[in-house]
């Protein structure tokens, strides 16, 4: 529980902020971040898509790497689908990186990086606003080809089954 949620007001002023500085996403960002699907690699889309089907989810970066040997040069080398979380709802994302972590053990990486915000100026300049954004990252590590195959399915099955008891609960 954090101090908003126990309805105690904490002096923030010691870290020289005002109020929580974590980035709060709505389903109008999410909407912003979607708006172009071709952007996203093929060889990865199942599992953006699967992630982006859960509505407090969203994905904003992913990289299919070494997904398809054939295409593996003209991608990243790592595996990987980052995504942000609308309205607070850190749990859905703790309970899902915490099930794939402990289904997929050393196949993946499951993370949260807190990483600066920032604005874009009028002149495309970057300016950090003071705020943070939680990025949550799944990364797949290189198995054998039939083994990664098997296992990304398992992955998106597993990420599928999580948004059918998300909705039901909802």
Known sequence: MN??????????SFLGIASNPITVFSQADKADYLRNPDDIDEGIRELVDAINAIAAFFSMSACQGFLIE????????????????????????????GSLASK?????????????????TAE?????????????????????????????QELVDHIRKFGAAVKQTA
């Open 104 to 120: 997929f053990g050393a196949s993946i990486d499951c993370k949260v990086v807190y990483e600066a915000d920032f604005d874009v």
């Open 70 to 97: 054939a295409e593996r040069e003209d991608h990243c080398p790592e595996t990987y689908v980052d995504f942000y979380v609308i309205d607070e709802q850190y749990h859905l994302a703790r309970l899902l990186l």
């Open 3 to 12: 101090y908003q949620e126990s309805g105690d007001k904490m002096d923030l």
């Open 124 to 152: 495309d300049e970057i300016v950090a606003n003071g705020m943070v954004k939680l990025r949550h990252s799944i990364e797949l590590y290189e198995l054998p080809a039939d083994l990664m195959t098997t296992t990304y």
